[in-house]
């Protein structure tokens, strides 16, 4: 089993920064790779960012050079930091690991409002 824990949210005006971050807890060997999500209302979750364990990263589009995902082994924590916030970017983001056996676990989500 794998805990995940999200911090960092909060309300910040378009063009503005936050720094997620999502410590893991449990079988920490078991997890290949790692990601965050986001879903805004009416919408369906989507990809924002994901990291492997080789550092192999990968973004959605929509916040290609605008975020940065990036991982601390030590505190077995990973972070996405969000810059250039646009309105666009409001949603709860949720963290996601994935295991070797493919088996995927969720954090509980940390909302994020950009206002215009």
């Known amino acids: 089993q794998v805990q995940l824990v999200e911090s960092g949210g909060g309300l910040v005006q378009a063009g503005g920064s936050l720094r997620l971050s999502c410590a893991a807890s449990?079988?920490?060997?078991?997890?290949?790779?790692r990601g965050w999500y986001r879903q805004a209302p009416g919408k369906q979750r989507e990809l924002v960012a994901s990291?492997?364990?080789?550092?192999?990263?990968n973004y959605a589009d929509s916040v290609k050079g605008r975020f940065t995902i990036s991982r601390d082994n030590a505190k077995n924590t990973v972070y996405l930091q969000m810059n250039s916030l646009k309105p666009e970017d409001t949603g709860v983001y949720y963290c996601?690991?994935?295991?070797?056996?493919?088996?995927?676990?969720w954090g509980q989500g940390t909302q994020v409002t950009v206002s215009s």
């Open positions: 996601n690991a994935v295991t070797w056996g493919d088996r995927g676990y």
């Open positions: 449990g079988s920490i060997f078991s997890i290949n790779a």
């Open positions: 990291i492997t364990r080789d550092d192999s990263t």
